[in-house]
C-alpha cells in the first residue's frame, strides 16, 4: 500500500484538460453566439432593402416606358440602405447601361445589380430558379454574402464564418397602384351615387369598409377593386374585385402641418372677396396685373410643365410674404383666413424666382375653411392647400351653380412634396366634409389627402383629360350628380413604402 502523499499533484494534469475543454466550449458558444448575432442582423437589413425596392415596384411591367428608370431607382435605394447599414458597395452610384455593377437580369428581362466584392445581389424580377416568384416582375430579390470574423475561432483555425442570406418582397399593393383610398372601416367608402354619376379611375381602389354603387351609376376600375366588407353591389375592377376580405389599409402620412401666426402674413383676416384684395395684402409690381402677368409668365418660363396659363381678366396673385428663401423647412407659408372666392381668378403662387421655393397655405375659417360661389377660377404653383380639421362644416364648400375651376400643382420639395390638398393632422375621422366641383378644365396635379373628410366629387371631367392625376385618399370618397370624375394614378410623391411585403 503506497502512502497517500505519493498521489498529490495528479489532479492538476486533469484539471488543465478540463480547462482547455471549458475554455473551447465557452470561445464556441460566444463565437455562435456572435455568429448567429451577426446573421439576424444581416439578414434584417436585407429584409429592410428589399422591402423598399418592392415598394417602388407596384406593377410596372417591362413594357412601360418607366420601368427600366423605376427599377434601378429600386435597385439603388436598396444598395444605398445596405450601405448606411455600413456596407459599401458599388451598386449605389450604379448607371444601367454604362456600369457592370448594374446589368440587364440574366432572365434577359429586368435588372440586377450585382457587387460581387461586397457580397450583394439585387435583381427585379427575382433570378433564382427555385424561387416561386421567379420572373414576377413585381417583385425583388436579394441575396447577400458576408464573412463574419470571430474572437476566438482563430485558435483552432476558424476565425472567420460565412453567412449567406436571402429575401424577396412583393409591393403589397393590388394588380396597379390604388388612385383611391377609402378610410371608413364600417360604410361605403368609396361609391357613386347618382345615375349619371361616373367614376373612372386608371389604377385600382381600396376600401376599408365597402365599395357601393347606387342608382345604376357607374364604374370603372381599370386595375382592381378591393374591400374589407362585402357590399350588395360593389364597384368592379377590370383586372379583379375583391368583395370583402382584404387587409385594412392605413394612411401613409401623417405630417403635421405649423399653423402660422395670424400676423402679416395673412392674406385676409375675413371674407376674402374680390374687392378686398387689394385692401389687404400689397402686392408687389411683378404680381399686380391681370391675365398672363409678369409673375406667371417668368414661372412658365422656368417650368415647362404650367400649361395652363390663366384667362385673361382679374386675376388676383397671393405669394405668402415670407423670407425668401425661407427659413422654415416648411418653406413659405401663408394662414388664409375666411377664404371666399367669388367669380374671378385667384392664383396662389410661390416667390416670382428661379429658386423653385415651394409654398403651404394653410386655410382655415369658421363655419367653412375656403366657399366658393359661382365657378371662380383657383390655381395653384409649387404650393399645397392645408387646410384646418378644427372647420365645423366643410374644408370646402361649393355654393355656385357652375363648376369651380381648379389646375393645382402640388410642390416640388418639401414635407408635403407631391400633395396638393391636405387636411392637417391629426384629425377627427368623419369631423367634416369637402366638396369639389370641377370643371371639364380642371386638373390637380398631386394627392389629395382628407384622412378624415367626406369628400364629394361633383365636377367634370373626360376620359382623356383626369380631375386628379395622383390619387385620392379619404374617409369616404364619392362621385354626384352628374359628374365624371376621372382619377389617373401618378407616382409622383408618394411615400417610398407603400405596404410592401416580405414573401421569402
Known sequence: MRPRGAESGQIMP???????????????????SNLYSQHRKIQANLDVAVKVAAAKMFNFNPSDSAYTSTAQTAIQDAASLLQQDGYPNHIVNAVYG???????????????GVDSAAG?????????????????????????????????GGVIGLDRAHISVGAVAWHGGADEPFTILGLDPSGCAIQVQDAASTLITHGSIHANGKTCLANNGTGTVSGTSESVLSSSSPITGALGTQNGGAAVIVN???????????????????????????DTINLPSWAQGGGTGSCFSHLQAIDPNITNPP??????????????????????????????ANHGEYDFFPHCDDNQTSAIYYFTGSPD?????????INSFNAAFVFDPAASGYLIHSNGNSGDSWVLNAPTNGPLQGIAIYENQPCTTAANSMELNGSASSLINGIVDLACADLTVTG?????????????????????????????????????????????
Request: hydrophobic share 35%.
Open 14 to 32: 486533469i484539471v488543465a484538460v478540463l480547462m482547455v475543454a471549458i475554455i473551447g466550449m465557452a470561445a464556441f458558444a460566444i463565437d455562435g
Open 98 to 112: 454604362s456600369s457592370p455593377y448594374l446589368t440587364t437580369s440574366p432572365l434577359g428581362v429586368g435588372l440586377c
Open 120 to 152: 450583394i445581389k439585387i435583381c427585379t424580377p427575382p433570378i433564382s430558379s427555385s424561387s416561386p416568384f421567379r420572373g414576377h416582375y413585381d417583385y425583388v430579390e436579394g441575396y447577400f454574402n458576408q464573412d463574419v470574423k470571430g474572437f476566438f
Open 252 to 278: 401613409p402620412y401623417s405630417p403635421t402641418v405649423p399653423m402660422p401666426a395670424l400676423d402679416a402674413i395673412t392674406i385676409c383676416s375675413s371674407g376674402c372677396t374680390a374687392t378686398s384684395f387689394s
Open 311 to 340: 384667362p385673361s381678366g382679374v386675376t388676383y396673385y397671393l405669394p405668402p410674404d415670407a423670407p425668401n428663401p425661407p427659413s422654415s423647412p416648411w418653406g413659405s407659408t401663408a394662414r388664409v383666413s375666411g377664404f371666399s
Open 369 to 377: 375653411d375656403m366657399v366658393t360661389h359661382s365657378g371662380p377660377t
Open 460 to 504: 367634370n371631367s373626360t376620359d382623356t383629360s383626369p380631375f386628379v392625376n395622383g390619387a385620392v385618399i379619404g374617409w369616404d370618397v364619392a362621385v354626384a350628380g352628374d359628374g365624371t370624375a376621372v382619377i389617373d394614378y401618378n407616382p409622383s410623391g408618394l411615400p417610398p413604402d407603400k405596404g410592401s411585403v416580405l414573401v421569402q
